[in-house]
T-cell receptor
């Protein structure tokens, strides 16, 4: 089955700096890569996703890049703010053939004021 | 607005008890999932269902079973709870169409088995 690895496990950044989280996947058939954010005590929520036919996608201060050849994708957060402090999970799946998500282990991001 | 609800936020049970965790979604989603979340291990899939009466094992099904008698409800059952099943349990649902696959999560049930 799919194996998703995520690094780093923890990340501390100064407010205003950028944060980058990297994930690799093993199944070349995976074609959909979402990122979820989980604030303390809350449920995970989708913040951005990318399909395999796209190399990069941006939404305000967050962006995701995908390298299909190398089977890795990354989340970039620019101009970090205290509200960006959370656990971030990457995931991979193969819709419409398979709707299961395989998640990475998570990255705890702390933004220092 | 999608709403996924879980029957309890916190639950304390004793070893050997039968435990039922209920999940209900109100958006007519075909797909439903049960995960457990443990520090450093991310979200691990226990069971999933793509249709009523249908169920499939995920990555860590041992010690668990599920039931999906109605489209909106997906139940996770611990037949005989053990201390290593102490965890946060998250339910999720998604549509079975298209190339995007957003899963909507419930608030979670923190289960402690003594």
């Amino acid at each position: 089955g799919e194996n998703v690895e995520q690094h780093p496990s923890t990340l501390s950044v100064q407010e205003g700096d950028s944060a980058v989280i990297k994930c690799t996947y093993s199944d070349s058939a995976s074609n959909y890569f979402p990122w979820y954010k989980q604030e303390l005590g809350k449920r995970p929520q989708l913040i951005i996703d990318i399909r395999s036919n796209v190399g990069e996608k941006k939404d305000q201060r967050i962006a995701v890049t995908l390298n299909k050849t190398a089977k890795h994708f990354s989340l970039h957060i620019t101009e970090t703010q205290p509200e960006d402090s959370a656990v971030y999970f990457c995931a991979a799946s193969k819709p419409p053939n398979d709707y299961k998500l395989s998640f990475g282990a998570g990255t705890t991001v702390t933004v220092r004021a | 607005d999608v709403k996924v609800t879980q029957s309890s936020r916190y639950l304390v049970k004793r070893t050997g008890e039968k435990v039922f965790l209920e999940c209900v979604q109100d958006m007519d989603h075909e797909n439903m999932f049960w995960y457990r979340q443990d520090p450093g291990l991310g979200l691990r899939l226990i069971y999933f269902s793509y249709d009523v009466k249908m169920k499939e094992k995920g990555d860590i099904p041992e010690g668990y079973s599920v039931s999906r008698e109605k489209k909106e409800r997906f139940s996770l059952i611990l037949e005989s709870a053990s201390t290593n099943q102490t965890s946060m349990y998250l339910c999720a649902s998604s549509l079975a169409s298209g190339d995007y696959n957003e899963q909507f999560f419930g608030p979670g049930t923190r289960l402690t088995v003594l």
